[in-house]
C-alpha cells in the first residue's frame, strides 16, 4: 500500500530557512516521480518542485514564494527533501508531496498523496 509522509514544517520568521521531507513506502515500479505542493486556505494547490527516479527535476512557477529551492531525494531511504530558503509570508501553507507516475507540474500527474506537513511563516 502506497504511503507518503511530510515532515519539517513549522513556524518560522519571513526569509527564514525550511527543509521538509517526504519518505515514500509501498509505492509501485510505474510510480517514477515525487512532486510538492503548496496549498494556502482558500487558494489552489500550487506545484512547487518534482523529481524523478532518474534524477530529472523541475523547478514549477511558484516556486518563488518560497525563496531559492531546492529538490534533491535519497533514493536508499526513499526520501525526497524540499529546501526552502528564503520563505515569504506567503508560503504560510500546507505542503503535501505527490506521487505519480510522471514528474510535472501539473496535479493531474500525481495519484497517491501524503497528509501534508504545515508552514507558517511570521512577519
Known amino acids: 500500500q502506497v504511503q507518503l509522509m511530510e515532515s519539517g514544517g513549522g513556524s518560522v520568521q519571513a526569509g527564514g530557512s525550511l527543509k521538509l521531507s517526504c519518505e515514500a513506502s509501498?509505492?509501485?515500479?510505474?510510480?517514477?516521480?515525487i512532486g510538492w505542493f503548496r496549498q494556502a486556505p482558500g487558494k489552489e494547490r500550487e506545484a512547487v518542485a518534482a523529481i524523478c527516479r532518474g534524477g530529472g527535476r523541475i523547478i514549477c512557477g511558484g516556486e518563488s514564494v518560497e525563496g531559492p529551492v531546492a529538490i534533491s531525494q535519497d533514493i536508499p531511504r526513499s526520501t525526497v527533501y524540499l529546501e526552502m530558503n528564503g520563505l515569504k509570508p506567503e508560503a504560510t501553507a500546507t505542503y503535501y508531496c505527490a506521487a505519480g507516475a510522471s514528474g510535472s507540474c501539473n496535479l493531474d500527474d500525481y495519484t497517491y498523496w501524503g497528509q501534508g506537513t504545515q508552514v507558517t511563516v511570521s512577519s
Open positions: 509501498g509505492y509501485p515500479r510505474s510510480v517514477n516521480c
